[in-house]
T-cell receptor
Framework: EAQVTQNPRYLITVTGKKLTVTCSQNMNHEYMSWYRQDPGLGLRQIYYSMNVEVTDKGDVPEGYKVSRKEKRNFPLILESPSPNQTSLYFCASSFGGAGSNQPQHFGDGTRLSIL | AQSVAQPEDQVNVAEGNPLTVKCTYSVSGNPYLFWYVQYPNRGLQFLLK??????LVKGSYGFEAEFNKSQTSFHLKKPSALVSDSALYFCAVRGRRGKLIFGQGTTLQVKP
């Protein structure tokens, strides 16, 4: 089954404790992206990747890191999480590059609470 | 600046009645427009897209959307609503660097 898989689905942690949210897709998609969803703000892009070893900042990258060492994986790293990073996070992937008209496929989300 | 607006936080409709969820956009050039639906504790599911051509686009689960270039709108419609259509709906436009620019979302409530 074609899917985007995120782990963990839920995480409660404390300020400053490094964490990683994993994302994996099995559709051989070139483009991958991380979004955060906050009430009243819709979804905003954090980072994106056009392909292996090609990553760039989205609209809200502060406090986050990513890597793309393999085509299928795109982990999101919070080196020193803070309470304002409490949010619902989604990983997405699609065929093609930035100009593609293909829809993005989304994971089921990771709800992070930073105390 | 590129943006998407969904002017209604919530739309209420009775089962069997037609529904419309509104979306307007602001983007230079020809837009790639999408509608997604989000059920509780799930990710966003793709419903339909407009790329070019016919202004009426048909998608999943009986949904369709009407693209209107002069009004810069892309409203989501369904002729007969189901209770199971109740969910959060997002309109989005593909922006620079491939990102999706989302509206704030509209909660659709379909009452039996």
């Amino acid at each position: 089954e074609a899917q985007v898989t995120q782990n963990p689905r839920y995480l409660i942690t404390v300020t400053g404790k490094k964490l990683t949210v994993t994302c994996s897709q099995n559709m051989n998609h070139e483009y991958m992206s991380w979004y955060r969803q906050d009430p009243g703000l819709g979804l905003r892009q954090i980072y994106y990747s056009m392909n292996v070893e090609v990553t760039d900042k989205g609209d809200v990258p502060e406090g986050y890191k990513v890597s793309r060492k393999e085509k299928r994986n795109f982990p999101l790293i919070l080196e020193s999480p803070s309470p304002n990073q409490t949010s619902l996070y989604f990983c997405a992937s699609s065929f093609g590059g930035a100009g593609s008209n293909q829809p993005q496929h989304f994971g089921d989300g990771t709800r992070l609470s930073i105390l | 600046a590129q943006s998407v607006a969904q002017p209604e936080d919530q739309v209420n409709v009775a089962e069997g009645n037609p529904l419309t969820v509104k979306c307007t956009y602001s983007v230079s050039g020809n837009p790639y427009l999408f509608w997604y639906v989000q059920y509780p504790n799930r990710g966003l599911q793709f419903l339909l897209k407009y790329i070019t051509g016919d202004n009426l686009v048909k998608g999943s689960y009986g949904f369709e959307a009407e693209f209107n270039k002069s009004q810069t709108s892309f409203h989501l419609k369904k002729p007969s609503a189901l209770v199971s259509d109740s969910a959060l709906y997002f309109c989005a436009v593909r922006g620079r660097r491939g990102k999706l620019i989302f509206g704030q979302g509209t909660t659709l409530q379909v009452k039996p």
